[in-house]
């Protein structure tokens, strides 16, 4: 059964300090990966999605994103946190059958330190 | 240009009693999926709906049922309330289907069952 795992549910950094998020995943086949943000209040928000090629995935702001086959891991990278990047951050992966269910991470709390 | 809107923002009913949930989605998308994210966990896939049919269903009980009409909106049902059906119930919507097509979240209805 395809899964998504986040092992971090809670991550400190201080601004202007480099970020990586963990993700891992498990799928029969090629996935399709997002990483979303859900500030509170606000619906989720798309980052990035890796569907094929390039296996570093450029989003919006100024996130990064690496899918590596061989360890099942889609890890969310930002060389320079801002203190409005403190939200919660969801790793995904999209089943491809007649549906277009999206299956998420129970989701990593990012806190800035200022 | 609107976003996905949801309605009501917030709800609170008693267990037993039904609701209804309301979702427009973005201007000229035909495609409306619903998630439950459950306090603490990341969403969880409802069901999908295109052109009014429906195109996938998640692992939730029949007390919980859906539509969507001719304009593309949609609206969630649930039944038989229970005090674990409180929940940020997310609406999003995609040009059509296919997991390359970008889903939009609205920014949820807060429901508490009490």
């Known amino acids: 059964a395809q899964s998504v795992t986040q092992p971090d549910i809670h991550i400190t950094v201080s601004e202007g300090a480099s970020l990586e998020l963990r993700c891992n995943y498990s799928?029969?086949?090629?996935?399709?990966l997002f990483w979303y943000v859900q500030s509170p209040g606000q619906g989720l928000q798309l980052l990035l999605k890796?569907?094929?090629?390039?296996?570093l995935v450029q989003g919006i702001k100024g996130f990064e994103a690496e899918f590596k086959r061989s360890q099942s891991s889609f890890n969310l990278r930002k060389p320079s946190v801002h203190w409005s990047d403190a939200a919660e951050y969801f790793c995904a992966v999209g089943a491809m059958g007649r549906d277009d269910k999206i299956i998420f991470g129970k989701g990593t709390r990012l806190h800035i330190l200022p | 240009d609107a976003g996905v809107t949801q309605s009501p923002t917030h709800l609170i009913k008693t267990r037993g009693q039904q609701v209804t949930l309301r979702c427009s989605p973005i201007s000229g998308h035909k495609s409306v999926s619903w998630y439950q994210q459950v306090l603490g966990q990341g969403p969880q896939f409802i069901f999908q709906?295109?052109?009014?049919?429906?195109?996938g269903r998640g692992n939730f009980p029949d007390r919980f049922s859906a539509r969507q009409f001719p304009n593309y909106s949609s609206e969630l049902n649930v039944n038989a309330l229970l005090l674990g059906d409180s929940a940020l119930y997310l609406c999003?919507?995609?040009?059509?289907?296919?997991?390359?097509?970008?889903?939009?979240f609205g920014p949820g209805t807060r429901l508490t069952v009490t």
């Open positions: 890796y569907f094929s090629g390039d296996t």
């Open positions: 709906y295109y052109e009014k049919e429906e195109r």
């Open positions: 999003a919507s995609s040009l059509a289907v296919g997991s390359s097509y970008e889903q939009y």
């Open positions: 799928y029969g086949a090629t996935p399709y």
